[in-house]
């Protein structure tokens, strides 16, 4: 496996590549944005480890930049703890995860494996859902040509389930993802956005195409 590590703190930077490099994974490290655009130009990668600030630009505009030229590489963010808002951003913008700094090694390589196993996602530009046209590179929502507004919470919610279509995501799996950990008032956030998307979605008819599979999670059904 070849992962991309883009930091640029070298001590970060190090540790990570030295932990991946012990479970037999192949890291090149890029010290900001513009080494990370040439690397990945040049050759192919399975993960890429993307901190979100970084010293010539935003590590959230880079993954956003990759989507747009349909790059469909794994990415998983670096992010500060408690920096909620930059992870929805991040998921918004296409990432596929994130790990909030400090991290612990063993869930950091836990993480970069299951996103290589797991390979790339494909990420159609637009999709329909019950007729709704949903653009993600725009992030526009239109229904009979009138668009529908959500929140940021809402689009990251919306893509995460649009990357696992068809499949069960647990409660936990997004709480821990938008906001970086499943406590009661977070869930009570996750159940008001929820039902707000199903509305909108909708559009006031009985059947959504978001499910709730009870004590369990979300599935979104197209």
């Not at 505009?61 to 920096?83: E, I, K, Q």
């Not at 992030?139 to 893509?159: F, M, S």
């Not at 707000?196 to 059904?221: C, E, P």
């Amino acid at each position: 496996m070849k992962v991309l590590v883009v930091e640029d703190d070298d001590e970060t930077s190090d540790f990570v590549a030295r932990a991946l490099a012990r479970e037999g994974i192949v890291a090149t490290v890029a010290p900001d944005r513009a080494r990370a655009e040439t690397e990945l130009g040049a050759k192919r990668f399975d993960v890429v480890v993307l901190d979100v600030m970084l010293p010539d630009g935003s590590g959230i505009d880079l993954c956003r930049a990759m989507r747009a030229a349909s790059s469909t590489t794994p990415v998983l963010f670096l992010s500060a703890r408690g920096a909620v808002g930059s992870r929805v951003e991040g998921l918004s913008a296409g990432g596929d995860d994130y790990l909030p700094k400090p991290f612990a090694v063993r869930e950091l390589v836990a993480r970069v494996r299951a996103l290589g196993r797991r390979g790339p996602l494909s990420r159609p530009a637009q999709t329909n859902l019950g007729g709704v046209t949903i653009d993600l590179l725009a992030r526009r929502a239109e229904r009979d040509g009138a668009e529908l507004p959500l929140t940021a919470r809402e689009w990251a919610v919306l893509e995460l389930l649009l990357a696992r279509a068809g499949q069960v995501v647990p409660f936990d799996e997004l709480l821990d993802a938008l906001w970086g950990g499943a406590t009661a008032r977070a869930r009570a956030s996750l159940e008001v956005i929820m039902t707000r998307l199903r509305k909108k979605l909708s559009g006031g008819a009985q059947a959504s195409v978001i499910q709730n599979v009870r004590t369990i999670g979300y599935r979104l059904d197209p």
